[in-house]
Structure formats: C-alpha cells, structure tokens
C-alpha cells in the first residue's frame, strides 16, 4: 500500500475547519492584526462558542466574563487565541473513531501540544505558536490509520498490545509506511507549513535528517516528557531518561533538566474543549 491511497478516502478525512487551517497559515505572518483573527473566528459558531467558554474558565482566570471573540482577542492577544482556536477545531474533526476513544487521544494530544510550546519559549530556534500546532497533530496520522483502513489499524494495535511489535515496526510489516508519513502527507494535503509535516514525520527519530530539525526535536522531548506523565514516573528518573542530546540540536541549555518539574505539572486546563 502507499499512504497517498489513505487520502482518497476523502469522505473519511478529519473535517478541519476552514478558520483553523487559515490560522495556521498565517502563524509566520508578525503583522496579522486582531480585526483580522476575530472576523474569521466568528465564522464558526461551534468554535467561537467552545472559545468563549474556556476563555471565561478559572484557566485563564480573568477579571469579569468575556461576551465576544473580538473582547477575547484583545484581552487574551493573538497567540492565545490562535492557540485555543486551533486546539477546537482539531478535536472536532472526527466524531467517532473505532479503536481510538477520542477524548484520550485528544487530551494527549493536548498536553504534548502544551509540552511543546513550553519547550519551543525556551529555544529561539522554535517559534512557539508552531510548536503548539505540530504538537496538536503529531499523532494525527494514526487517527487516519483508523478511520481509513480500520481492521489494518486494529492489528497493528493488537500486535503492540501483545508485544510482538513496537509500533513502528508493526506499521511497516502490515502497510509498507508508518503513522508519521501518514501525518505527513495529510499535512502536505492541507497545505500545512512543510516544517509542520517534517516535525511529524521526523519526531520520534529526529538525527534521520543532518541537521536535525530543532521542530522535531522539540516534539521528541515533548512527547518523553508525556510518556513520563502517562507513567507517573519519579521526577529524578524523568531527569536520567532525559535526552540531552535532543535538547541540545532544540537549541536548548543543559540547564533545561533543572526546569522539568515545571513541565510536569502542566495544566490540562484546554482538555474542557471536549465537553
């Protein structure tokens, strides 16, 4: 099989709207102006709706309630709103998955997105807002998985779960490629930054490219960082596992393992877009 034929299944892709993927083509934009953010999330009732919500939350803790996207917008600025914008718009685009239960794969998708951007603010090699959207659809090439060739996606999961495979190596017995070049060619397909879809496919093996991309390294720490999470691992051990070597081609200082009890205790404040 080869992952362009995952994408002719045009009525099984995740529905991204419009808004969300004209904000991440203006990420690298620094003149965007407010008028502009809020007129196109306006647009989307079920976006907008969601966006108020957590913005008068206790996450973000502000002062009296907030009635409007253009309030939201000049009170929160651009690069919180992009933020939450996009993490709405990615979590309602597939109602149900079978084999994926949708608010775990999308909680983790969050704090790995939140992971990344706390990682991106300490580097100037990453620019946060990107880290936080490649963060958000790192793992979206294993949700094409399951919506396009679900009974393939199932046995690859049984394989992992019984432990006769990792992942990778699962997915390129059974389909010949591996949830990441499926990320990316999905990403490619939207017309995604092309650092986007490199930092998902390259994530989990970031020196594949000389020199790596300080993206993907960004990612590959965000995503140990989560699996340390998941697995409620003791901070000292976080810090023995850490790869060193990663953060370094992020362009980040060796005294970042002296940081990571922040990034552990994240808020999964964003997790109430899925109610």
């Given at each position: 099989?080869?992952?362009?034929?995952?994408?002719?299944?045009?009525?099984k892709l995740p529905n991204v709207p419009?808004?969300?993927?004209?904000?991440?083509?203006?990420?690298?934009?620094?003149?965007?102006?407010?008028?502009?953010?809020?007129?196109?999330?306006?647009?989307?009732?079920?976006?907008s709706l969601k966006v108020l919500r957590?913005?008068?939350?206790?996450?973000?803790?502000?002062?009296?309630?907030?009635?409007?996207?253009?309030?939201?917008?000049?009170?929160?600025?651009?690069?919180?709103?992009?933020?939450?914008?996009?993490?709405?718009?990615?979590?309602?685009?597939?109602?149900?998955?079978?084999?994926?239960?949708?608010?775990?794969?999308?909680?983790?998708?969050?704090?790995?997105?939140?992971?990344?951007?706390?990682?991106?603010?300490?580097?100037?090699?990453?620019?946060?807002?990107?880290?936080?959207?490649?963060?958000?659809?790192?793992?979206?090439?294993?949700?094409?998985?399951?919506?396009?060739?679900?009974?393939?996606a199932r046995e690859i999961r049984q394989?992992?779960?019984?432990?006769?495979?990792?992942?990778?190596?699962?997915?390129?017995?059974?389909?010949?490629?591996?949830?990441?070049?499926?990320?990316?060619?999905?990403?490619?397909?939207?017309?995604?930054?092309?650092?986007?879809?490199?930092?998902?496919?390259?994530?989990?093996?970031?020196?594949?490219?000389?020199?790596?991309?300080?993206?993907?390294?960004?990612?590959?720490?965000?995503?140990?960082?989560?699996?340390?999470?998941?697995?409620?691992?003791?901070?000292?051990?976080?810090?023995?596992?850490?790869?060193?070597?990663?953060?370094?081609?992020?362009?980040?200082?060796?005294?970042?393992?002296?940081?990571?009890?922040?990034?552990?205790?994240?808020?999964?404040?964003?997790?109430?877009?899925?109610?």
């Open positions: 099989m080869q992952v362009q034929e995952l994408l002719k299944n045009t009525d419009d808004v969300v993927r004209e904000l991440i083509q203006m990420l690298n934009d620094p003149n965007v102006k407010y008028a502009d953010i809020s007129e196109k999330v306006t647009h989307d009732q079920t976006i957590v913005v008068n939350s206790a996450y973000f803790g502000l002062s009296r309630k907030i009635s409007s996207i253009d309030e939201a917008t000049v009170l929160l600025g651009i690069d919180k709103l992009k933020t939450l914008v996009i993490a709405s718009g990615f979590s309602n685009s597939v109602e149900k998955v079978d084999g994926i239960k949708l608010p775990e794969f999308w909680a983790d998708s969050f704090r790995v997105a939140e992971l990344s951007q706390w990682f991106a603010k300490r580097t100037s090699l990453v620019e946060a807002d990107e880290a936080f959207t490649v963060g958000i659809v790192h793992n979206i090439g294993r949700l094409l998985l399951h919506l396009t060739v679900p009974d393939t394989l992992v779960v019984n432990r006769k495979a990792g992942f990778v190596k699962a997915e390129l017995d059974l389909l010949g490629f591996t949830s990441q070049d499926a990320g990316k060619a999905l990403m490619d397909l939207w017309k995604f930054p092309a650092s986007i879809g490199d930092a998902v496919k390259h994530h989990p093996r970031p020196f594949e490219l000389d020199p790596p991309q300080p993206l993907s390294c960004v990612l590959n720490l965000a995503c140990y960082l989560n699996a340390c999470i998941r697995a409620e691992r003791d901070s000292d051990l976080v810090r023995e596992g850490f790869p060193i070597a990663v953060a370094k081609a992020a362009g980040l200082s060796e005294g970042i393992i002296y940081e990571l009890d922040d990034a552990l205790i994240i808020s999964d404040g964003l997790n109430q877009l899925l109610d």
